[in-house]
């Protein structure tokens, strides 16, 4: 089996060193840390001295929680990275500094490429907005300029199927409706590198299929893919290679698959990936 199983706090890299210079995107995570804050006099009642996570002060209080410690790798154009762990590993604090949604409290993040991130698509939008209008906001929060949003406004609104609904403010559609425009908005600008927390779908049986389609012609533009999820077809399906998160900090590194299985390997009672989903 071809994996790299990592001690606590000694980062095995598994990624070749992309160059500045060179071609093509590339995302360089360097003993990446986060700490969370803790404010008030939280003690240790319930909680573990023992616990790494948790940082006390010399009065026993709670000061901090530890969510990442020294996460490294480097990806470059073609590379499919499949993130990995249990409930509460650090999967989504990783993926929203990769998105520069939160700062790392240690390390860095380098990148070359426009980030494109779909852990939270309803950023930017604006309720009392029209639909319009929300195309533009959400373009220009993802970093497009207007010319780049007018250039795909046509494909968005015919995508979305609202026709006239798009010159009406966003606060009067149905839940459905919300989803296709904000769907059609987020796929709909090809990604440099996308960093994807589970798989996107959307509205009823018809559009689904759409969506399904869309998603995965999405995902393949994309010159590099971060990826998070509890499906394994997905994770086969989409990934090359894998990290295994374990209390914040990489347990495994290598080929997806082989992640994959040390990863199951390790749940008690067996692995609770589902082998079936989907979404």
Known sequence: MNISLVQKGKISHQYPTVAADD???????????????????VREQGLSEQDERLLWDKRKRLRGVRALSDISFELKTGDRLAILGRNGSG????????AGILSPSEGKL????????????????????????????????????????????????????LGDFLNMPMESYSAGMRMRLTFAIATSFNPEILILDEWLSAGDVAFKKKAT???????????ILVLASHSRQLILENCATGIWLDGGEIRASGPVKDVLEAYEDSMVPASTLDPTATT
Not at 116 to 139: C, F, K, M, V, Y
């Open 23 to 41: 071609e093509g995107v590339f995302l360089h995570a360097e003993h990446i840390g986060v700490t969370f804050e803790v404010r008030g006099n």
């Open 213 to 223: 389609e869309r998603m995965q012609e999405f995902v393949s533009k994309a010159g």
């Open 110 to 161: 380098i990148s070359c490429g426009r980030i494109t991130s779909l852990i939270n698509i309803n950023i930017g939008l604006q309720p009392e907005a029209s639909g319009h209008r929300n195309i533009t906001l959400r373009g220009l929060v993802s970093g497009y300029s207007p010319k780049e949003i007018e250039e795909k406004r046509a494909e968005i609104a015919e995508f979305s199927g």
């Open 91 to 98: 999967k989504t604090t990783l993926l929203q500094i990769l």
